[in-house]
Nanobody
Framework: VQLQAFGGGLVQAGGSLTLSCAASGVAVSSYCMGWFRQPPGKEREFVALINWSDESTGYSDSVKDRFAISRDNAKNMVYLQMNNLKPEDTAVYYC????????????????WGQGTEVTVSS
């Protein structure tokens, strides 16, 4: 069982970036999939989730209306489209899988991928 996040990089403020999460050994269609981030020197925080049953989504207030989570069940992938990026979005981003309903807490997620780093310059 493995999740692998990729697609991070350096982007200027106001720019866009799409993160991808490839799953193996676990079907993204059977889990609630989430994105978290850990800014430098801070705790890991919830960013977005997509529910397994009805594909409802949820976002933190700090990214709502700028980020969009989606998934492709056929490819077993989850994506995070990030628009209008701000320097405060700089962090290591992680994808994770949960069997809970609409989980926003770290401890509700059972499977974690390695992070991908996003740096937003001002």
């Amino acid at each position: 069982v493995q999740l692998q996040a990729f697609g991070g990089g350096l982007v200027q403020a106001g720019g866009s970036l799409t993160l991808s999460c490839a799953a193996s050994g676990v079907a993204v269609s059977s889990y609630c999939m989430g994105w978290f981030r850990q800014p430098p020197g801070k705790e890991r925080e919830f960013v977005a989730l997509i529910n397994w049953s009805d594909e409802s989504t949820g976002y933190s207030d700090s990214v709502k209306d700028r980020f969009a989570i989606s998934r492709d069940n056929a490819k077993n992938m989850v994506y995070l489209q990030m628009n209008n990026l701000k320097p405060e979005d700089t962090a290591v981003y992680y994808c994770a899988a949960s069997q809970a309903l609409l989980p926003i807490a770290k401890n509700q997620y059972d499977i974690w991928g390695q992070g991908t780093e996003v740096t937003v310059s001002s």
